[in-house]
C-alpha cells in the first residue's frame, strides 16, 4: 500500500512540474519584433524584417519600408523600386522571406544570388507547382503559397504581353560552376551576418587604494643600532 502511495505522489509530481513548464513556455519572452507587412507580400512570418526578390535582385526591408537596390556599385534605399522595375507586379513575384537572424543581407548579396539566380524556382518546382507557389521561406525551409491558390506569374517569360524572342546562340551553352548544390537552399546566417548590439556597460567599481603601513620608527632605530654595533666589532679584533 506505501509502495502505491509513493508510486502515486511522484506521477501526480511529474504532471505537476510539466503543466507548470508548459505553461512557462507559452507566456516566455521573446526578442522578436513584429513588423508591418505590405499589402503585395505573402502572409507574414513572425520575425521577419528581410524580403528578397531574386527575379530584380532587390531586398525589402520591413523596418524601414524601403527597397534596397544595387546601382553603379552602391546599394540604394527608396520607397519605391526602381525605374527599371516600376512595372514590375509586386502582387504576383517571387518573394524569400529572409532568416529572421540576418542583418542588412544585401552586405552580403553574394550568399543570395548564389542560392537564389534570377528563375530558379522554374528549375526546382513543377510547371504545374510554380502556379500555386507565391515564394519560399527560409525559417522554416517551405514554399509560401498563394492565398488563392493558383495564380498566373506575369513576370515569368511567357505570360508577357509581346512574348520574348529568344536569341540565336552564336556557340554551345557554357554551364557555371558559381551557382553550386546550394540554389534554392536557405542561406546560414553567419555571426558576421548578425546584428552587432552594444554589451550593457556595468557599473565601474571605485577603486580602493591600499595605504602602506606606518613606519616603526623606534624599531629602524633599533636595527640601525645593531649593525652599528656589528660593524664596530669586526673593527676592534686583533690582528
Known amino acids: 500500500m506505501k509502495l502505491l502511495n509513493k508510486i502515486g505522489f511522484v506521477a501526480f509530481l511529474c504532471v505537476s512540474i510539466s503543466f507548470l513548464s508548459g505553461c512557462g513556455s507559452s507566456n516566455g519572452y521573446t526578442d522578436e519584433v513584429q513588423y508591418t507587412n505590405p499589402s503585395w507580400a505573402p502572409d507574414y512570418y513572425s520575425g521577419v524584417r528581410y524580403y528578397y526578390m531574386p527575379d530584380m535582385e532587390v531586398y525589402y526591408d520591413l523596418s524601414n519600408q524601403d527597397f534596397v537596390y544595387l546601382e553603379n556599385g552602391q546599394w540604394l534605399f527608396t520607397h519605391y523600386l526602381p525605374p527599371y522595375y516600376s512595372s514590375y507586379d509586386l502582387d504576383n513575384c517571387f518573394v524569400i522571406a529572409l532568416n529572421t537572424g540576418v542583418y542588412q543581407p544585401w552586405m552580403h548579396h553574394h550568399f543570395y544570388i548564389s542560392h537564389y539566380p534570377r528563375y530558379y524556382y522554374r528549375n526546382i518546382y513543377r510547371e504545374d507547382e510554380r502556379s500555386k507557389i507565391r515564394g519560399f521561406n527560409e525559417n ?100
Do not use: C, D
Open 140 to 239: 522554416g525551409g517551405r514554399p509560401i503559397y498563394h492565398r488563392n491558390e493558383v495564380r498566373p506569374r506575369i513576370n515569368q517569360p511567357g505570360h508577357n504581353e509581346k512574348p520574348e524572342r529568344k536569341p540565336q546562340l552564336s556557340r554551345e551553352p557554357q554551364n557555371t560552376n558559381y551557382y553550386g548544390k546550394e540554389i534554392g537552399r536557405p542561406v546560414k546566417v553567419k555571426p558576421a551576418m548578425k546584428e552587432t548590439r552594444k554589451p550593457v556597460e556595468k557599473a565601474s567599481r571605485p577603486e580602493i587604494i591600499k595605504e602602506r603601513p606606518k613606519e616603526n620608527k623606534a624599531e629602524i632605530n633599533k636595527q640601525f643600532n645593531r649593525e652599528e654595533k656589528n660593524n664596530n666589532r669586526r673593527e676592534i679584533r686583533p690582528r
